[in-house]
């Protein structure tokens, strides 16, 4: 390993591995609301915030309309209450693309059609029409020639999970795998498409939260849960939470088959008994849920699969039944104001930090027990971030990377994790353990116990 000079050069490197060729994220334009702007004024919103991709809940002509020559891909929706209908008759599902997809497509960029939306747990029974609707939108698509650049899926909650912790024991429910599952993971792998999930890691803490850490819950440093079915360490509970999906679909031999986040979010205000819900925990969850997708790389069990995320939701919609959390999960209010400010880019991240609250003056640290943290890197986040993080950090960062040169009392062992290890931990050291300092694009995280790789001791201090 040699240290570069070139340090800027290192520093670019860095950032294009860890953020250009990182996930894609996206919102959720619901609008069970009375008070929403214009479709023509949402268009300009997502603009002036770089979104390029959204998701409706329905095919409104208004929305397809103002989407027109913007450029931002959008997901269309067939509701729950038209698939006994797509599914009786193919001719419906032509007629329904036609109006709502080839009408509008290529100058409204319609990149999927949900199929449904969370069909499972529907009290109209429509879980038998799911199947059938999914293949014949997709003949209709194959018929107006759109099928090669138009996916056809179904978002799915995770109810539909019959295991999910461990995530390694994660499995469907018995009575939708003959009859769903295996034949829609057949449809998606065929069709080249992904299987929708929405995963909301607010509902498992609001239940557990006298056992589930808000900072694992939050994306913030935290020592980590390791799954005693493989071995490895979750530090979100939003990854575990898909390794769940994946391990389900492993279970039945669809490994092959991708995952898309087809809703995710945090409310900013909820009920009394609605633990966790504020506007802190909010900015918190989506703003480090943006930073760790565009960040790149995927969950443990699929390590380099970047990941496609759809925030919910754009707007706080008053018309939403249940509980408050229900009415505020928007990231604008109607007026168009931020209910908080977190970047939906790769550049605003440039300048993200998240915020705890009460702020206490100066950088925040990882505190523990004994006030002892380390920095180590993540073996699964793949060679290619760790070399980056490593030339960074003895680069850019200034970390003390003289022990790891040939001959130098933590040369050995001489791979690529130890070395990137002892540089990040340097580094964080240097930095005081200031919140953020052990991250380099996702190839880090903070351990507890002082590592030790052969004779060499890691240091804790600057």
Avoid at 10 to 29: K, M, Q, T
Avoid at 233 to 245: E, G, K, M, N, P
Wanted: hydrophobic residues 40%; proline residues 6%.
């Amino acid at each position: 390993m040699e240290v570069a000079d070139i340090s800027s050069m290192l520093l670019f490197l860095f950032c294009v591995l860890s953020i250009a060729d990182g996930g894609s994220v996206g919102v959720n334009y619901g609008r069970v609301a009375n008070n929403l702007p214009s479709a023509t004024k949402v268009v300009d919103l997502l603009k002036s915030q770089g979104v390029d991709r959204i998701k409706v809940y329905d095919s409104d002509p208004a929305v397809l309309k103002a989407l027109s020559g913007s450029g931002i891909k959008v997901t269309v929706n067939l509701p729950n209450e038209l698939l006994s209908s797509a599914a009786r008759r193919p001719s419906f599902a032509y007629s329904w693309v036609m109006k709502n997809v080839a009408a509008y497509h290529p100058s409204t960029v319609v990149e999927a059609i949900a199929v449904g939306n969370e069909v499972f747990v529907d009290t109209h029974n429509t879980t038998r029409y799911l199947i059938p609707a999914m293949y014949n939108v997709q003949k209709a698509l194959v018929k107006y020639n759109l099928e090669k650049v138009i996916k056809v899926s179904s978002p799915i909650a995770l109810s539909a999970l019959q295991n999910s912790y461990p995530s390694s024991a994660g499995s469907f429910r018995p009575d939708l795998v003959e009859p769903v599952f295996k034949p829609m993971l057949e449809f998606l792998r065929q069709t080249g498409s992904s299987l929708m999930i929405n995963v909301y890691p607010f509902f498992a803490y609001e239940s557990n939260a006298d056992v589930i850490s808000l900072d694992y819950a939050l994306f913030r440093e935290n020592p980590g849960v390791v799954d005693a079915g493989n071995g490895l360490r979750y530090f979100s509970l939003f990854d575990a939470q898909i390794d769940a999906v994946f391990a389900a679909m492993s279970a039945l031999k669809y490994d092959d088959v991708p995952i898309i986040v087809s809703e995710t979010g945090w409310p900013s205000k909820g009920d009394s008994n609605e633990v966790g819900a504020s506007v802190e925990n909010a900015a918190a969850y989506n703003g480090n849920l943006v930073r760790r997708v565009l960040a790149g790389g995927g969950t443990p069990l699929r390590p380099h699969a970047n990941l496609t995320v759809y925030l919910f939701a754009l707007f706080n919609e008053n018309k939403k039944p249940g509980p408050t959390s229900e009415r505020n999960f928007g990231l604008f209010y109607p007026n168009e104001k931020k209910v908080y400010d977190i970047p939906l880019t790769a550049d605003g991240l440039k300048s993200y930090h998240d915020i705890r609250s009460p702020v206490t003056g100066g950088e925040q640290r990882v505190s523990t027990a004994n006030g002892q943290t380390w920095c180590v890197a993540k073996e699964e986040a793949g060679k290619d971030k760790l070399q980056a993080g490593l030339d960074y950090a003895c680069g850019e960062g200034g970390a003390d990377c003289h022990p790891i040169q040939p001959g130098s009392t933590c040369f050995d062992p001489n791979t690529l994790e130890a070395h990137a290890s002892f540089a990040f931990n340097s580094y964080y050291q240097k930095k005081g353990r200031a919140i953020g300092t052990c991250y380099f694009g996702g190839a880090a995280y903070i351990v507890t116990q002082q590592p030790k790789y052969g004779k060499c001791d890691f240091p804790f201090g600057n």
